[in-house]
T-cell receptor, first 114, second 112 residues
Framework: ETGVTQSPTHLIKTRGQQVTLRCSSQ?????VSWYQQALGQGPQFIFQ???????GRGNFPPRFSGLQFPNYSSELNVNALELDDSALYLC?????????????FGPGTRLTVL | GESVGLHLPTLSVQEGDNSIINCAYSNSASDYFIWYKQESGKGPQFIID?????DKRQGQRVTVLLNKTVKHLSLQIAATQPGDSAVYFC???????????FGAGTTVTVRA
């Protein structure tokens, strides 16, 4: 176990709705990265948060947004859900920003958009 | 597009044999490489990593080899066990980049 937790485990939404996913980082880690993993594919980087600021972003539209709190936990918000947003959403925590520190993943939230 | 890819999508291995999972990368600027294992219904689990100033690194029953000349990475698992059945991803990062770039994964099935 990595110590990274995510909630909820599963979620079903309909197209056009909004969703908030939550992540608690491993103790001592101040950086959280979010990834989207479609079925049968590798994870795709969404964005990274460090010291409550977005530190880097992948090729995702602005309707994907996030927050990081003083305790380093994080939220991923997705507005105007589309069918293609159905995926496993993973968060990963690390000791520092960037990608050169090992990223430890949580179990993920399975989002289904109908 | 993806800069990291795996040679084979599936690998079937007899229990007790050694497994070799291969990965090719195209970005010569990448300097940090990681192998993750993902079991069904779980998040990726860190296995081992290697930096570009090394050619080989060993862990418990696993060895990662890096060949920068041909941009090739491999994961060797010794004495494969049923618990090794999973999808294995290689990921890469380059300095000043925030993200890990993942390949599509290799599904390893261990036969009893």
């Amino acid at each position: 176990e990595t110590g990274v937790t995510q909630s909820p485990t599963h979620l079903i939404k309909t197209r056009g709705q909004q969703v908030t996913l939550r992540c608690s980082s491993q103790s001592g880690h101040n950086t959280v990265s979010w990834y989207q993993q479609a079925l049968g594919q590798g994870p795709q980087f969404i964005f990274q948060y460090y010291r409550e600021e977005e530190n880097g972003r992948g090729n995702f539209p602005p309707r994907f947004s996030g927050l990081q709190f003083p305790n380093y936990s994080s939220e991923l918000n997705v507005n105007a859900l589309e069918l293609d947003d159905s995926a496993l959403y993973l968060c990963a925590s690390s000791l520092g920003p960037g990608g050169q520190d090992t990223q430890y993943f949580g179990p993920g939230t399975r989002l289904t958009v109908l | 597009g993806e800069s990291v890819g795996l040679h084979l999508p599936t690998l079937s291995v007899q229990e007790g044999d050694n497994s070799i999972i291969n990965c090719a990368y195209s970005n010569s600027a990448s300097d940090y490489f990681i192998w993750y294992k993902q079991e069904s219904g779980k998040g990726p689990q860190f296995i081992i990593d290697i930096r570009s100033n090394m050619d080989k690194r060993q862990g418990q029953r696993v060895t990662v080899l890096l060949n920068k000349t041909v941009k090739h990475l491999s994961l060797q698992i010794a004495a494969t066990q049923p618990g090794d059945s999973a999808v294995y991803f290689c990921a890469e990062n380059k300095v000043d980049d925030y993200k890990l770039s993942f390949g599509a994964g290799t599904t390893v099935t261990v036969r009893a």
